[in-house]
Nanobody, 116 residues
Framework: QVQLVESGGGLVQPGGSLRLSCAAS????????MGWYRQSPGKQRELVAT???????NYADSVQGRCTISRDNVQNTVNLQMNSLKPEDAAVYYC??????????WGQGTQVTVSS
């Protein structure tokens, strides 16, 4: 069964940090581009960061310099380290696995709240 399970969300004060993790139950995980997306109420889901199977990374301008995406192809995990969090970073964060051959998989999401 193909599955992505996110963890690590929660409540953090502005300026704080969180580390999101995604555990993937996917065959050939190392061939997928993995990503993190987020969606806040009333807004469309947007890209936060992606990392290819060759570990090329891409970040949204809004998080560039504050977030780091990484992957472990042995543990089949992808992480998102988020620093200097702002209230506008509050959203449900979704893990994504994308393969041109095998399709797209989404996780169920994890809530990030940034508030004092």
């Amino acid at each position: 069964q193909v599955q992505l399970v996110e963890s690590g969300g929660g409540l953090v004060q502005p300026g704080g940090s969180l580390r999101l993790s995604c555990a993937a139950s996917i065959i050939f995980f190392d061939t997928y581009t993995m990503g993190w997306y987020r969606q806040s109420p009333g807004k469309q889901r947007e890209l936060v960061a992606t990392i290819t199977h060759k570990r090329f990374t891409n970040y949204a301008d809004s998080v560039q310099g504050r977030c780091t995406i990484s992957r472990d192809n042995v543990q089949n995990t992808v992480n998102l380290q988020m620093n200097s969090l702002k209230p506008e970073d509050a959203a449900v964060y979704y893990c994504n696995a994308d393969s041109t051959r095998r399709g797209v998989v989404w996780g169920q999401g994890t809530q990030v709240t940034v508030s004092s």
